[in-house]
T-cell receptor
Framework: AQKVTQAQTEISVVEKEDVTLDCVYE???????LFWYKQPPSGELVFLIR??????QNEISGRYSWNFQKSTSSFNFTITASQVVDSAVYFC??????????FGAGTRLTVKP | DSGVTQTPKHLITATGQRVTLRCSPR?????VYWYQQSLDQGLQFLIQ???????AKGNILERFSAQQFPDLHSELNLSSLELGDSALYFC?????????????FGPGTRLTVT
């Protein structure tokens, strides 16, 4: 069975702090994909990144970076120098062989000025 | 703006009723996915259609059904509604049938069952 765990329900930081959102997954598939989505207060889901199971390279996009470690089944997301606009719920998701996108419970990030 | 449209934005109905949610995918996208987001269950994948055919099924109840029409828009039908069906229903689209490419989400339809 596939499972995604985001143990941090809520995180609160002050602007300019760095923050890491944790994601741990379980799957028996050898080929799978991991995603991060952002859900701002307006409600829509915004795609942030996709990573396949064969590519363990870390990725950086501006203030965002992702650390994929297959050995620990983790796909963590770091925001550097956080801003108020980063306040949102962030979802980690796993897509496996059965064409099923499985989402974690989400982490609500609040960035205070 | 993702390019995916959903109507209506809000829907309030009573238990036992039936409703239809509509989704138009991004131009050129052949795949449509439906998700339910509720406080109890979180974000759950319901069903996927690709070019008119059902492609994958998730945690969709038997009271729920969906279809994708020749113009590629999709409808999600919810019947015999219960209080627990109150949720935000998202539609997403992607170009290819496999969900491995990013899915673009619509703004959602908020369903309230009273």
């Amino acid at each position: 069975a596939q499972k995604v765990t985001q143990a941090q329900t809520e995180i609160s930081v002050v602007e300019k702090e760095d923050v890491t959102l944790d994601c741990v997954y379980e799957t028996r598939d050898t080929t799978y994909y991991l995603f991060w989505y952002k859900q701002p207060p307006s409600g829509e889901l915004v795609f942030l990144i996709r990573r396949n199971s064969f590519d363990e390279q870390n990725e950086i996009s501006g203030r965002y970076s992702w650390n994929f470690q297959k050995s620990t089944s983790s796909f963590n997301f770091t925001i550097t120098a956080s801003q108020v606009v980063d306040s949102a719920v962030y979802f980690c998701a796993l897509f496996g062989d059965n064409n099923d996108m499985r989402f974690g419970a989400g982490t609500r990030l609040t960035v205070k000025p | 703006d993702s390019g995916v449209t959903q109507t209506p934005k809000h829907l309030i109905t009573a238990t036992g009723q039936r409703v239809t949610l509509r989704c138009s995918p991004r131009s050129g996208d052949l795949s449509v996915y439906w998700y339910q987001q509720s406080l109890d269950q979180g974000l759950q994948f319901l069903i996927q259609y690709y070019n008119g055919e059902e492609r994958a099924k998730g945690n969709i109840l038997e009271r729920f059904s969906a279809q994708q029409f020749p113009d590629l828009h999709s409808e999600l039908n919810l019947s015999s509604l219960e209080l627990g069906d109150s949720a935000l229903y998202f539609c997403a689209s992607s170009v290819v049938p496999e969900g491995v490419h990013e899915q673009y989400f619509g703004p959602g339809t908020r369903l309230t069952v009273t």
